[in-house]
């Protein structure tokens, strides 16, 4: 079984930054895909960005592109969400992700596991 833990929501500013982590419990990361989702309220579950976790490559919502970078530290078994200049639409519930696969995953229904969330709330 999978588990994901999210942390790293809060409270900011407009214009600010924040990393969110994402700790993964799995005993291999070979062709192993991680995202990022984000849902604001009334909204349905949006794609951010995610990562192949063997070969590093990333790939992201035209949103946030530019501002927003996923990471990954083998050691820590953790994805990162390094989130700058933030804006007020950017608040949401922020969700990990995981499937086993090598391809390019940008939809909801295409991953597995899921964390619980984490809010991020992005003040004007």
């Known amino acids: 079984q999978v588990q994901l833990v999210e942390s790293g929501g809060g409270l900011v500013q407009a214009g600010d930054s924040l990393r969110l982590s994402c700790v993964v419990s799995?005993?291999?990361?070979?062709?192993?895909?991680m995202g990022w989702f984000r849902q604001a309220p009334g909204e349905e579950r949006e794609f951010v960005g995610a990562i192949s976790w063997s070969t590093g490559y990333t790939y992201y919502a035209n949103s946030v592109k530019g501002r927003f970078a996923v990471s990954r530290d083998n050691a820590k078994n953790t994805m990162y969400l390094q989130m700058n200049s933030l804006k007020p639409e950017d608040t949401a519930v922020y969700y990990c992700?995981?499937?086993w696969g090598g391809g390019h995953y940008d939809r909801a229904n295409e991953y597995t596991y899921w964390g619980q969330g984490t809010q991020v709330t992005v003040s004007s």
């Open positions: 992700a995981s499937r």
């Open positions: 799995i005993r291999t990361f070979s062709f192993v895909a």
